[in-house]
Nanobody, 129 residues
Framework: DVQLQASGGGLVQPGGSLKLSCTVSGFTFDAPFDAPTIGWFRQAPGKERERISCINNLDGKTYYEDSMKGRFTISRVVANNTVYLEINGLKFEDAAVYYC??????????????????WGQGTQVTVSS
């Protein structure tokens, strides 16, 4: 089974940074044709879950939700089977539970859609002064 373990959340002051980790098991990044794409989502209280970014395991290409470009950076370390999400310049509105997911990626021109098949348990990010 594919399993994802998200970690790295915490309490941060506005303007601070965090680097979230998503360690995956059940497949390896060095078998790209068998491995799904990994993405990050977040859900704030009372709001719908929104996508942030994903990284295509086949070619390492990264995709971002337009509103997330600039302060969010997705990356991976193949040897560690881990995908990271770095958030800079944290704002109060970034407070949410952040989830990583594995799924299938569809792209068309500059558009992308990740259909999640597996979810991690989420990691809480709190922004407070």
């Amino acid at each position: 089974d594919v399993q994802l373990q998200a970690s790295g959340g915490g309490l941060v002051q506005p303007g601070g940074s965090l680097k979230l980790s998503c360690t995956v098991s059940g497949f390896t990044f060095d078998a790209p044709f068998d491995a799904p794409t990994i993405g990050w989502f977040r859900q704030a209280p009372g709001k719908e879950r929104e996508r942030i970014s994903c990284i295509n395991n086949l070619d390492g290409k990264t995709y971002y939700e337009d509103s997330m470009k600039g302060r969010f950076t997705i990356s991976r370390v193949v040897a560690n089977n881990t995908v990271y999400l770095e958030i800079n310049g944290l704002k109060f509105e970034d407070a949410a539970v952040y989830y990583c997911a594995a799924g299938t990626l569809s792209t068309f021109s500059s558009s992308w859609y990740l259909r999640p098949m597996y979810w991690g348990q989420g990691t809480q990010v709190t922004v407070s002064s």
